[in-house]
């Protein structure tokens, strides 16, 4: 069974960093060769959207409003992804996500992180989330 639990959020000032964590189990890498995760939020007033991907070759994709701030990596020893946040604002505020998808093309980095397709189609499995306030 496939899990994904984040971790890190909290509650920073305007400026400020934030280092998220997804610990992943459950699953089988041997099996995932083309596997991609990624990095999304979701506000009241904002719809689910993709912030950063990664896929499993290391190509990484950001959001318009992550790049330059934001960083996805992964550390596949210890089957996890991060995200490091530096310089937020209060429009950062939101719960945030990890995602995993078993088998991802080309496109899907770029699809994720541009909302060209509805996340919760592309990726299987979800995170429950961890929560962001960015105050000014």
């Known amino acids: 069974q496939v899990q994904l639990m984040e971790s890190g959020g909290g509650s920073v000032q305007s400026g400020g960093s934030l280092r998220l964590s997804c610990a992943v189990s459950g699953v089988t890498w041997s099996t995932w060769s083309t596997y991609c995760m990624a990095w999304f939020r979701q506000s009241p007033t904002h719809a689910r959207e993709g912030v950063a991907a990664?896929?499993?070759?290391?190509?990484?994709e950001y959001a318009d409003s992550a790049k330059g701030r934001f960083t996805i990596s992964e550390d596949k020893g210890e089957h996890a992804l991060y995200l490091q946040m530096n310089n937020l604002k209060p429009e950062d505020t939101a719960m945030y996500y990890c995602?995993?998808?078993?088998?991802?093309?080309?496109?899907?980095?770029?699809?994720?992180?541009?909302?060209?397709?509805?996340?919760?189609?592309?990726?299987?499995?979800w995170g429950r989330g961890t929560q962001v306030t960015v105050s000014s």
């Open positions: 990664i896929n499993s070759i290391g190509r990484t």
């Open positions: 995602a995993i998808e078993a088998h991802c093309t080309e496109e899907y980095l770029i699809a994720a992180t541009t909302n060209a397709q509805r996340p919760e189609v592309m990726f299987s499995f």
